[in-house]
């Protein structure tokens, strides 16, 4: 009898960002304890081919996405459940509450969330203290940014520049998130204009933080589903242009197609099962139309062996879950990497 049901049972019972907090709480718990970490991986781990991309070794495909660990409380825990890498944030340059509650919510019958949370977190800061910890020699570590909410957009750029010389030299990869539809105005980050404007200086700064000599910190950017052919052409010219690492496809959506239950009128952004077609198209888009020289990660909907595989087909290098590990449980890699050995 698998264990995890009975345990989401009790959990759903609760609110769900409480709920969210407290098993963040117990999986923070397990990284800090040694012994508990390591009979973790004995558990959860399993082998797996490793993952070329971005100039990166990934130890396997499937990562954490970004949310789950705002503020880098868990990721040594949540490490021990077999991820190949965990993406935190995102982080803003200061603390900010985020959005007011109740700003989570969840759609058991379609394995769905909606959560309008508005980067809630402590700051660069306070996440930059969380990251200087050991960690697994394998693991990747991915920070995701953004600006905060009483920047404005004109000047969101400074932002933006200061997370990236703060992390620089404990992030393995940093995520450029204009695309969460939680934050007003962020979206228009994405705009030809206002995006060409943000790479290059992203690129000129890291180029100018960096040492001839060493490994360019690879700099991502995280699109919006909700992107039109012509937005999304637009935004793939710039990213190319600037000579950015690749994308992650997708962020959450505002789209609610096919959807009619009274929770799904709460403002903010769907993520999960929904999600997957929409993510996977545009993972397809992204990768035919810059010839597959575009590195993607897949994310959005998946929870299965087969949603992986059908996101790789689709061109993705990589994969994350998210609203899946709420659902299925700690042991989803595990049994993700397993049904794809096969």
């Known amino acids: 009898m698998k264990i995890y049901p009975l345990f ?137 940014i953004g600006k905060n909410k009483d920047t404005p957009l004109e000047t969101a750029v400074e932002d933006y520049l200061f997370l990236l010389k703060v992390f620089i030299e404990q992030a393995d990869y940093l995520t450029i998130n204009v695309s969460s539809p939680n934050t007003v105005g962020l979206r228009q980050l994405q705009e030809k204009q206002a995006l060409d404007h943000l790479l290059q200086q992203l690129y000129l700064e890291r180029d100018k933080l960096t040492q001839p000599a060493t490994h360019k910190v690879p700099v991502i950017v995280k699109l919006s589903p909700d992107l039109t052919d012509a937005q999304l052409d637009d935004a793939l010219d ?14 959450t959506t505002l789209s609610r197609d096919g959807m009619s239950t009274p929770i799904t009128r709460e403002e903010g952004g769907l993520s999960g099962k929904p999600l997957f077609e929409r993510s996977l198209a545009m993972v397809k888009k992204i990768y035919l139309r810059t010839s597959g020289k575009l590195p993607v990660i897949g994310v959005g909907g998946i929870a299965d062996a087969a949603g992986v595989q059908r996101m790789m087909d689709a061109g993705a290098i990589l994969v994350q879950l998210y609203t899946g590990l709420v659902y299925e449980g700690p042991g989803l890699v595990k049994s993700i990497l397993q049904e794809l050995r096969k």
């Open 8 to 144: 989401r049972a009790l959990l759903f019972r609760l609110d769900p960002e409480r709920a969210h907090q407290l098993t963040l709480s117990a999986v923070r718990l397990a990284g800090d304890i040694r012994p508990v970490g390591t009979l973790l991986r004995i558990i959860y781990q399993v082998p797996a081919r490793p993952v070329q991309a971005f100039g990166l070794r990934f130890s396997n495909p499937i990562g954490l996405a970004a949310g789950y660990d705002k503020d880098g409380l868990g990721w040594r825990g949540l490490a021990s459940l077999g991820f190949g890498h965990i993406e935190v944030g995102t982080v803003t340059p200061k603390p900010q509450p985020g959005n007011p509650q109740p700003r989570l919510f969840r759609l058991p019958d379609e394995k769905a969330l909606i959560n309008r949370m508005g980067f809630p977190g402590r700051g660069a800061e306070f996440v930059k203290q969380q990251l200087s910890r050991p960690r697994q020699k394998s693991l990747v570590l991915g920070v995701n």
């Open 238 to 251: 710039v990213i190319l242009a600037n000579r950015m690492d690749g994308v992650i496809a997708t962020n």
